[in-house]
Nanobody, 126 residues
Framework: QVQLVESGGGLVQPGGSLRLSCTAS????????MGWFRQAPGKERDFVAA????????YYADSVKGRFIISRDNAKNTVYLQMNSLKPEDTAVYYC???????????????????WGQGTQVTVSS
């Protein structure tokens, strides 16, 4: 069993930055791929970024490429999402997820993830 707890959300002005954290419990965190997804009101949950178990491979949605950076610290059981140059359209609830995924081509598929956090709200507004 893995429990995930996100933190770091909040209100930020356009162009600003936030860093989200997701801390996991459970001994198998270091072997799991980790992903960040987001869901805006009335919309489906969309892929944002993912990172392989070792941290050696990262994957991004086109909409955030060049602005967001995903990283992980397996010693701290934590995955991060550094969000820069934020835009109003980045406003959503952000979720982290854990899955034992080895194929990079399916990192963006929600059904490949086994555990999800409760979400943290990110609002980008002036």
């Amino acid at each position: 069993q893995v429990q995930l707890v996100e933190s770091g959300g909040g209100l930020v002005q356009p162009g600003g930055s936030l860093r989200l954290s997701c801390t996991a419990s459970g001994r198998t965190f270091s072997s799991a791929a980790m992903g960040w997804f987001r869901q805006a009101p009335g919309k489906e949950r969309d892929f944002v970024a993912a990172i392989s178990w070792s941290g050696g491979n990262t994957y991004y949605a086109d909409s955030v490429k060049g602005r967001f950076i995903i990283s992980r610290d397996n010693a701290k059981n934590t995955v991060y999402l550094q969000m820069n140059s934020l835009k109003p359209e980045d406003t959503a609830v952000y979720y982290c997820a854990a899955g034992w995924i080895t194929n990079g081509r399916v990192m963006g598929v929600t059904t490949n993830y086994n555990y999800w956090g409760q979400g943290t709200q990110v609002t980008v507004s002036s």
